[in-house]
């Protein structure tokens, strides 16, 4: 049976992508005990296209791909990009209405689709609004014209679980990682090229071959979101 908790299978778009991202994740563990600062509220992300990479702690790239994200309507877009130099082993497109809580898995090869209701909304994009502020953070030499990136980091834990999750962000409230982990699974993700717009708003309605579908019965146990798909 599948874990209450999933996390998404990394990606990554490169292999210098990916041990940057290694590296922010052990500062991310190292100063995760830092104080806590009562007045940062957590920010919203803007409108993005990006990429996205997830990955496991086991070393596996489970997805790499773009992703639209829109942040007033919370939907969200992600289509993996299998012609990527690094192996993944999942593909995955997904549509994700986190208002209604409703989440399409899409086949565009067989026009098929698959429609889900979610059960925990929680995903990379956007900070939670229970999350706690851990610290700020300057990368690189900040005295350096073009060095020196300022990152604000975010702690929480996931409903009805045991599990944690860490979150940094630009001062614009662009997301750059979430480190997501239970006793079992630990997932990375990480967004690269981000800017700040939605490039392509039809990536964000539901393809016709997926309309009227009924919502499949969730079995019992199981926690769908958006993490989950990267199990
Ligand atoms: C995001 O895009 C949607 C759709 O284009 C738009 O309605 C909304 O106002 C935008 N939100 C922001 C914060 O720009
Ligand atoms: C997929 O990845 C390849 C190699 O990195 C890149 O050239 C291509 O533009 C990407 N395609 C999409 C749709 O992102
Ligand atoms: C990807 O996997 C295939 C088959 O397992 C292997 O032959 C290939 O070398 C791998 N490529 C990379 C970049 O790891
Ligand atoms: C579409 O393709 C997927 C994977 O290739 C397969 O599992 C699924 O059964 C197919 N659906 C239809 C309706 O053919």
């Known amino acids: 049976m599948r874990e ?4 998404g299978r990394p990606h990554c778009a490169e292999k210098r992508k990916m041990y940057a991202a290694v590296i922010l994740l052990v500062f991310m563990c190292l100063t ?23 990955m496991n702690l086991k070393g596996e790239v489970r997805a790499i791909g773009a992703f639209t994200y829109d942040s007033t309507a919370k939907k969200l877009r992600f289509r993996s ?4 130099p690094i192996n993944t082993s999942l593909h995955l497109d997904l549509l994700v209405f986190f208002e209604e809580g409703i989440l399409y898995e899409i086949d565009s090869k067989n026009q098929s689709c698959e429609k889900k209701k ?10 939670p ?15 350096v014209e073009g060095e020196g990136i300022k990152l604000n980091l975010w702690t929480g834990s996931m409903a009805d679980t045991k599990g944690k999750y860490t979150m940094s962000a630009t001062m614009g409230c662009l997301p750059l990682s979430a480190l997501y982990y239970t006793g079992s699974t630990t997932f990375f993700v990480s967004h690269v090229d981000i800017e700040s717009e939605i490039k392509d708003p039809e990536l964000l309605l539901v393809p016709s071959f997926c309309q009227g579908l009924p919502v499949e019965v969730t079995p019992e146990g199981t926690v769908n979101s958006f993490l989950s798909e990267f199990m």
């Not at 995760?32 to 997830?54: I, K, L, Q, R």
């Open 4 to 7: 209450t908790v999933s996390f």
């Open 32 to 54: 995760a005990t830092t104080h806590a600062d009562h007045h940062h509220h957590p920010c919203h992300s803007p409108n993005m296209t990006g990429f996205m990479t997830v």
């Open 81 to 84: 990009n299998d012609s990527t």
């Open 118 to 127: 979610l059960q925990c909304n929680l995903h990379p994009l956007d900070i």
């Open 129 to 143: 609004d229970d999350a706690t502020f851990m610290s700020t953070m300057t990368f690189g030499n900040p005295s």
